[in-house]
């Protein structure tokens, strides 16, 4: 059984659309979270969610809305794609708290945006 | 603020070189540190890993790395690197619920 597992792995779509990315975990984790990783390798995180709660918000453009229905759901919707969007998305989670632990990476989304 | 810091950006070895890949962290407190693996198209898989305890860790594929409080690092070690271990290398600091990463470092192993 995939740990974190994200969908879909690969998006090619036109700029201006919508799109959605999914992500679930079935470890049992209270953390999760969005990393956008660049062209250059760069990782950067975009959100974390506590147990259904926002706890991280970095600076991220308006059009990427995050929601979590569940603490083992971390859905990213991104709304007017650019080329600039184009990346790999990667979900993870952690235990959280003062019981962090480390991080369990989904497979990446691989967004392509024309 | 918190930073993590890999000086070497790309590193390119021969087969059965010794690797040593550098990090240091900026943090005050209590520190989790890890090295974390990303093979070509793959995602991020954890290597190691110091919570506490004895600062030499070993972690999977033969890999270790030293933590020295005193010098706020966390190098990576191997003593013979092989052409399956080409990948891009992570260092991570938590600080609590939230993880900051290095840049990468790049290795490319030459048979």
């Known amino acids: 059984d995939t740990a974190v597992s994200q969908t879909p792995k690969y998006l090619v779509t036109q700029m201006g659309n919508d799109k959605s990315i999914k992500c679930e975990q079935n470890?049992?984790?209270?953390?999760m979270y969005w990393y956008k990783q660049d062209s250059k390798k760069f990782l950067k995180i975009m959100f974390s969610?506590?147990?259904?709660?926002?706890?991280i918000n970095e600076t991220v453009p308006n059009r990427f809305s995050p929601k979590s229905p569940d603490k083992a759901h971390l859905n990213l919707h991104i709304n007017s794609l650019e080329l600039g969007d184009s990346a790999v998305y990667f979900c993870?989670?952690?235990?959280?708290?003062?019981?962090?632990?480390?991080?369990?990476f989904g497979e990446g989304s691989r967004l392509t945006v024309l | 603020a918190q930073s993590v810091s890999q000086h070497n950006h790309h590193v390119i070895l021969s087969e059965a070189a010794s690797l040593e890949l550098g990090c240091n962290y900026s943090?005050?407190?209590?520190?989790?540190l890890f090295w974390y693996v990303q093979y070509p198209g793959q995602h991020l898989q954890l290597l190691l890993k110091y919570f506490s305890g004895d600062p030499l860790v070993k972690g999977i594929k033969g890999f270790e790395a030293e933590f020295i409080k005193s010098k706020f690092s966390f190098n990576l070690r191997k003593p013979s690197v092989q052409w399956s271990d080409t990948a891009e290398y992570f260092c991570?600091?938590?600080?609590?619920?939230?993880?900051?990463f290095g840049t990468g470092t790049s290795l490319t192993v030459i048979p």
């Open positions: 991570a600091l938590n600080t609590g619920n939230q993880f900051y």
């Open positions: 969610y506590n147990n259904k709660e926002l706890i």
């Open positions: 470890l049992g984790h209270d953390t």
């Open positions: 943090y005050g407190g209590t520190v989790n």
């Open positions: 993870a989670s952690s235990m959280g708290g003062a019981r962090t632990g480390e991080l369990f």
